[in-house]
Structure formats: C-alpha cells, structure tokens
C-alpha cells in the first residue's frame, strides 16, 4: 500500500471514529486507487457484509463499494439521525448471497453467479458521507469512502424475483406520511440483475470472493433523498414487500 493510500484509508477511518469529516487529501489518478481504499477501509472494520452496486444505465459501467461490517440491519432499522452528518433514503432491490465463490481470476458467468444467489428483498439504503464538502468533491472520492453508505435495511423477501417485470414495478418512498416517491421503474440499470452478475464477477476475480451471508443491493429506484433527524421513512415495492427506518 503506497504512502498516499495509507494516509487516506486512516481519515477515512478516524473520520468514521470521530464524527468528524475529513477533505479529500488528493486527487485519485484511477479505479485502482479508489478500490485500494475501499479494501484497506474494509480491511480494518471486520468482514465485508455485502456489497451495493449501481449503473446510470443499462449499458454503463457498474460503480462497486463494500458495505462493510456491521451494514445490515433488520427492518424497522432505528439510527441516531442526530449523529449523521446527513440522512440520505434510497429504496433498492437487494439480493442475498447463500453460496460462496471463492476468489479466482476466470470470469463467472450469469448461470454461476445467479446459482449463488438466495432471495431479494425491499432494502433502503442509508447513506450519510465521511467527506467535507461532499457535493464538491471528486465523484471518485465519494466512491472510495464506500459510496456514502451508511447502512443498509433489509425489508421483506420478494417471492419468485426471477420472473419479475422489473420495469414495471412499483416503487413508494413515504416519509413521516407523506408521499415523496410514487412511481413505475426508477433504476437506472432497468434490470438489477445485470449489476448484480457484475458485482458478484467484480467481487471474484478482484476482491477476495463472495461469501454465503452477504448481501448486494443494485442501486436507488427512488433517487437519493435528504430527510432530518426525527424523519420515518418507509419503502414499498407494491405487492412485494416494504421496509422502514427512523431516524
């Protein structure tokens, strides 16, 4: 680990000891650096919990963080809103993992990767930033301090998710009894299962595996939300299942 990647794993990691945001200390020069610090983040909180996975659209690129230990919390989730320098919503399709693959450098293909798969579920991301300034910063920074995640919520269990018309569903987002989000589709990847083959590929040949026990959540149906401490939120998937959180 060179020096430059030291010395930003441990803000990232006294920012999350002390409450206090740190600046970006430089500019990242490429994807190698950002996951360099993910990894040694991870490294010194314990065993990965998951990983959370998104896509602008159904062809870009997929952007990957680990969601790290202590990241998943049953539904109704309860956080300090009080002690988060923001509180950002965001009503997902999550996936958990029931099978290890073991980190390797051949390619798993679609059929493999999906046989590693147990249930989804309505998740709710929560996602709250160890970086000052964060709507200045490098979109690359806000990547390597795990793409703010905060936490994710894991709601009900989604039956028979293979045959779903993901397009269609529909998705709600009611904060303290008001509807923010009513709506039909919202993921920018349209098929969450395209970003979760890549992320459990991504996870094997580059990031030590995937384990039974994880979770992968594939990005916001419902775009990032900033609510106040005292906030309820709840998350719906109509006729699938929901998932709360206060704050």
């Known amino acids: 680990m060179s020096p430059d990647i030291s010395n930003a794993v441990q803000a990232l990691l006294e920012a999350r000891r002390s409450g206090r945001q ?19 983040v991870a490294a010194a909180t314990g065993p990965v919990a998951g990983w959370k996975v998104g896509a602008r659209t159904p062809t870009a690129e ?26 950002g919503v965001e009503v997902e399709i999550s996936f958990h993992i029931v099978r290890d693959i073991a980190a390797r450098t051949a390619p798993v293909g679609r ?9 989804a579920f309505v998740g709710m991301e929560i ?8 709507k200045s910063a490098d979109p690359e920074w806000l990547l390597a301090d795990n793409q703010m995640n905060h936490a994710l919520v894991i709601g009900n269990s989604i039956n028979g998710w293979k045959s779903l018309d993901w397009p269609k569903l529909q998705v709600n987002l009611v904060v ?14 349209v098929d969450p299962v395209r970003p979760l083959v890549w992320m459990i590929d991504h996870a094997v040949r580059h990031r030590g595996g995937i384990h039974a026990g ?26 699938l299942g929901e998932v709360e959180a206060s704050f």
Do not use: C
Not at 176 to 189: F, S
């Open 22 to 40: 740190v600046p970006p200390p430089f500019a990242l020069k490429d994807r190698a650096a950002v996951f360099a610090i993910q990894d040694g």
């Open 62 to 87: 997929p952007n990957p963080a680990p969601l790290l230990a202590g990241a998943l919390v049953p539904s109704p989730g309860r956080f300090d809103g009080k002690a988060m320098h923001m509180i």
């Open 111 to 119: 059929d493999e990767a999906l046989a590693a798969v147990g249930d």
């Open 127 to 134: 996602v709250d930033t160890r970086l000052a300034d964060f």
């Open 176 to 189: 303290d009894g008001k509807t923010i989000v009513d709506q039909q589709g919202g993921l920018g990847a």
């Open 214 to 239: 994880q979770a992968i959540t594939t990005g916001s149906w419902t775009g990032l939300r900033y609510f106040p401490p005292g906030s309820h939120a709840r998350g719906e998937f109509v006729g």
